[in-house]
């Protein structure tokens, strides 16, 4: 994975015998002008930004095998944090202890602390816990219901009236989930309509509305673009900083350009380790880390 | 858009067909293993064709409408013996208690093992016990339920004599044992679709706070109902095409015989006959001897199981367009008749 791919792929052209082979345009240096990262990243250390979770020397276990060795890192509201590594670097199992999703894997283990405004999260009931803490994974992964009723499976919860709520009570909340997530006017005259009919780019946003309807205060982004077009990218790209000032956003990516354009703090990590973190700005412009500078200018990856 | 162009071309070289594969620069053992697979396959389509023309012709030319309406009578006579009302009835009946029992135990146990399987050793031994009910031929199944349900303690099921002695031969035990053979079929199948469900399905649910119970009952059972319904109705062929069972746990009786005065209650504890024992009895190995009826009875039979199979491709065919948010089975039906959102 490079720093500066093309931003499309380039044009596929019938072989002509007679012609020079067509010749991808040279890669850009990775440290030079091209990197513009989005404005105003230092801005968002403002009195809105505020710690929701804090990750205290974590480590993280499959069985026997330590695949996160003691991470620290904060999770706050009003900004977005972005979880970027190699394959196997431990990021994503970081990301899917934040709301005690390891657990559904056997032999998973865990050290150290991670709190949710102070309180343990091992304390908190892990159903509320995942309310509280959603997620948006790597594919997107409607149930087989239509649009409505997956939405309004997040909504169903607690007592008895309010989980066989009429769907007149609940249209609300589903419509104005919808809208968070920029899919309402696309899908608003039939929401009868089976969520699997619908485009990936549409399916992963229904899964941010499912997500976002219970109202959490922190959501988790799994490499939530890699399965979508670039177009379909740029949308919920656009959709993840509109929501970092009501939720705190973390995102796994391999995409670097993506980080860039999305987070405004950055983790690297490697084999398990948090090699680095610190803003946007500073991982891609100015690492301090020879790994970190290696990654981000696409020396391994 | 430059792409498009080569395809579309109306004048460009003649295109030439790729040449037909040929079996002749095979070694001579795998040209004959072909030909021999390819026999055997041909051989199988001449069977079941023949089975389904014979059937059709000895059995269309006996088929009266008549006979869906009468009740067999004791006769010497073919054209007095009556119809097979009470078998058809009785093959409902019995194949409705069965599965009945069987659709729920099996989605039960499928779902337990494939969600739970806590603890291991005893996942392993439930799949262990559904594999034996599995292979137990039915006649097996039939004595051991005779054994069991002669008991005294069963007398509610079936009749008892007035010195105590328990029958043990009703529509109710016979659905019993019956829904032993659909079990395995029903669980099979729940298993296998549960099993096709990516392990993403189940992370979206348990993301957004839910237990694996409601998991299980809002979004995984409703997904694979087409899964869950092509093994209740592979459940149904099983239950329906066995004799052994009628034979010794039925009575196999002429007619249905209720027990007592209650309408419903009498006719489940009382004996009775199904279509297989009524062609078994009247075939020309049986000893009513009206052949020409257990063509007719036979034949409507075939066209039963063969309806369920074809009911069986349909609910687990290729997933054509999915845009219909219902369950297959409830498409058959009016949209709007049922909406998710109740």
């Given at each position: 994975m490079g720093v500066v791919e093309p931003l499309m792929p380039p044009p596929v052209r019938r072989i002509d015998v007679d012609r020079d082979p067509y010749i991808a345009p040279a890669r850009q240096a990775p440290n030079g002008v091209a990197l513009a990262s989005r404005p105003g990243v230092e801005t968002h250390t403002s009195s809105r930004v505020r710690e929701r979770m804090a990750i205290e020397s974590v480590w993280l276990a499959y069985g026997e095998n330590w695949v996160v060795r003691d991470v620290s890192l904060p999770v706050r509201r009003g900004e977005v944090l972005a979880l970027i590594g190699a394959s196997g670097s431990g990021k994503t199992t970081l990301l899917r202890s934040l709301n005690r999703l390891t657990e559904i894997t056997a032999g998973a283990g865990r050290s150290g602390r991670i709190t949710l405004d102070g309180q343990e999260i091992h304390e908190i009931e892990v159903t509320e816990l995942r309310r509280r803490v959603s997620m948006v994974f790597q594919q997107p992964n409607p149930f087989p219901m239509s649009i409505f009723e997956n939405v309004a499976y997040a909504l169903r919860e607690g007592p008895s009236r309010r989980r066989r709520a009429r769907r007149s009570q609940l249209e609300g909340e589903v419509r104005d989930a919808l809208r968070r997530a920029g899919l309402h006017d696309e899908v608003a005259d039939d929401l009868d309509r089976s969520a699997l009919a619908l485009s990936g780019g549409q399916q992963q946003r229904l899964c941010i509305a499912r997500a976002l309807a219970a109202e959490p205060e922190v959501l988790l982004l799994d490499e939530p673009c890699s399965a979508l077009d670039p177009i379909s990218t740029a949308v919920i790209e656009e959709l993840i900083v509109g929501l970092r000032e009501s939720v705190a956003v973390v995102i796994v990516t391999h995409n670097l350009q993506q980080a860039q354009r999305v987070a405004d703090h950055v983790a690297f990590m490697h084999l398990g380790e948090l090699v680095e973190y610190g803003s946007s700005e500073q991982i891609f412009q100015t690492p301090i880390q020879q790994r970190t500078r290696d990654y981000v200018s696409g020396a391994f990856g | 858009m430059a792409l498009a162009a080569p395809a579309a071309q109306?004048?460009?070289p003649p295109l030439a067909a790729p040449p037909r594969e040929t079996?002749?620069?095979?070694p001579l053992a795998d040209r004959v293993g072909y030909w021999l697979c390819w026999a055997t396959g041909v051989g199988l389509c001449l069977i079941a064709g023949s089975i389904v023309l014979v059937m059709f012709v000895k059995g269309v030319s006996s088929l009266r409408l008549s006979l869906f309406v009468q009740s067999p009578a004791p006769s010497l006579h073919q054209s007095q013996a009556g119809g097979f009302l009470d078998p058809i009835v009785g093959t409902l009946i019995v194949t409705a208690i069965g599965i009945a029992i069987a659709a729920p135990m099996g989605v039960a146990l499928a779902t337990w093992l494939s969600e739970y399987r806590r603890p291991a050793w005893l996942a392993r031994a439930v799949e262990s016990a559904i594999e034996m009910i599995a292979g137990v031929p039915s006649v097996v199944l039939a004595i051991f339920g005779l054994l069991l349900f002669a008991h005294g303690f069963f007398g509610f099921l079936s009749q008892s004599a007035s010195n105590g002695t328990v029958t043990g031969q009703s529509f109710l035990v016979a659905g019993v044992i019956m829904a032993l053979l659909a079990v395995p079929l029903v669980a099979g199948a729940t298993g296998e679709a549960l099993a096709q469900l990516p392990a993403r399905t189940r992370e979206a649910s348990y993301a957004l706070g839910k237990t694996r119970a409601t998991t299980i009952r809002r979004v995984l059972l409703p997904s694979i109902l087409p899964g869950i319904a092509s093994g209740v109705v592979l459940g149904m062929g099983r239950i329906i095409g066995d004799t052994a069972i009628i034979t010794i746990l039925l009575g196999a009786t002429l007619k249905n015989e209720p027990v007592g005065e209650l309408p419903i209650l009498g006719t489940l504890r009382g004996t009775g006959s199904t279509l297989t024992s009524y062609v078994y009895n009247n075939s020309?190995?049986?000893?009513?001897?009206?052949p020409q009826k257990a063509y007719a009875a036979a034949f409507v039979l075939l066209m039963i199981v063969l309806a369920l199979n074809a009911l069986v491709t349909r609910l687990t065919g290729p997933r054509a367009r999915r845009t219909d948010t219902r369950p297959r089975i409830w498409r058959l039906l009016p949209a709007g008749w049922a909406s998710w959102s109740r």
């Amino acid at each position: 994975m490079g720093v500066v791919e093309p931003l499309m792929p380039p044009p596929v052209r019938r072989i002509d015998v007679d012609r020079d082979p067509y010749i991808a345009p040279a890669r850009q240096a990775p440290n030079g002008v091209a990197l513009a990262s989005r404005p105003g990243v230092e801005t968002h250390t403002s009195s809105r930004v505020r710690e929701r979770m804090a990750i205290e020397s974590v480590w993280l276990a499959y069985g026997e095998n330590w695949v996160v060795r003691d991470v620290s890192l904060p999770v706050r509201r009003g900004e977005v944090l972005a979880l970027i590594g190699a394959s196997g670097s431990g990021k994503t199992t970081l990301l899917r202890s934040l709301n005690r999703l390891t657990e559904i894997t056997a032999g998973a283990g865990r050290s150290g602390r991670i709190t949710l405004d102070g309180q343990e999260i091992h304390e908190i009931e892990v159903t509320e816990l995942r309310r509280r803490v959603s997620m948006v994974f790597q594919q997107p992964n409607p149930f087989p219901m239509s649009i409505f009723e997956n939405v309004a499976y997040a909504l169903r919860e607690g007592p008895s009236r309010r989980r066989r709520a009429r769907r007149s009570q609940l249209e609300g909340e589903v419509r104005d989930a919808l809208r968070r997530a920029g899919l309402h006017d696309e899908v608003a005259d039939d929401l009868d309509r089976s969520a699997l009919a619908l485009s990936g780019g549409q399916q992963q946003r229904l899964c941010i509305a499912r997500a976002l309807a219970a109202e959490p205060e922190v959501l988790l982004l799994d490499e939530p673009c890699s399965a979508l077009d670039p177009i379909s990218t740029a949308v919920i790209e656009e959709l993840i900083v509109g929501l970092r000032e009501s939720v705190a956003v973390v995102i796994v990516t391999h995409n670097l350009q993506q980080a860039q354009r999305v987070a405004d703090h950055v983790a690297f990590m490697h084999l398990g380790e948090l090699v680095e973190y610190g803003s946007s700005e500073q991982i891609f412009q100015t690492p301090i880390q020879q790994r970190t500078r290696d990654y981000v200018s696409g020396a391994f990856g | 858009m430059a792409l498009a162009a080569p395809a579309a071309q109306p004048s460009g070289p003649p295109l030439a067909a790729p040449p037909r594969e040929t079996t002749a620069s095979w070694p001579l053992a795998d040209r004959v293993g072909y030909w021999l697979c390819w026999a055997t396959g041909v051989g199988l389509c001449l069977i079941a064709g023949s089975i389904v023309l014979v059937m059709f012709v000895k059995g269309v030319s006996s088929l009266r409408l008549s006979l869906f309406v009468q009740s067999p009578a004791p006769s010497l006579h073919q054209s007095q013996a009556g119809g097979f009302l009470d078998p058809i009835v009785g093959t409902l009946i019995v194949t409705a208690i069965g599965i009945a029992i069987a659709a729920p135990m099996g989605v039960a146990l499928a779902t337990w093992l494939s969600e739970y399987r806590r603890p291991a050793w005893l996942a392993r031994a439930v799949e262990s016990a559904i594999e034996m009910i599995a292979g137990v031929p039915s006649v097996v199944l039939a004595i051991f339920g005779l054994l069991l349900f002669a008991h005294g303690f069963f007398g509610f099921l079936s009749q008892s004599a007035s010195n105590g002695t328990v029958t043990g031969q009703s529509f109710l035990v016979a659905g019993v044992i019956m829904a032993l053979l659909a079990v395995p079929l029903v669980a099979g199948a729940t298993g296998e679709a549960l099993a096709q469900l990516p392990a993403r399905t189940r992370e979206a649910s348990y993301a957004l706070g839910k237990t694996r119970a409601t998991t299980i009952r809002r979004v995984l059972l409703p997904s694979i109902l087409p899964g869950i319904a092509s093994g209740v109705v592979l459940g149904m062929g099983r239950i329906i095409g066995d004799t052994a069972i009628i034979t010794i746990l039925l009575g196999a009786t002429l007619k249905n015989e209720p027990v007592g005065e209650l309408p419903i209650l009498g006719t489940l504890r009382g004996t009775g006959s199904t279509l297989t024992s009524y062609v078994y009895n009247n075939s020309p190995a049986g000893e009513g001897n009206a052949p020409q009826k257990a063509y007719a009875a036979a034949f409507v039979l075939l066209m039963i199981v063969l309806a369920l199979n074809a009911l069986v491709t349909r609910l687990t065919g290729p997933r054509a367009r999915r845009t219909d948010t219902r369950p297959r089975i409830w498409r058959l039906l009016p949209a709007g008749w049922a909406s998710w959102s109740r």
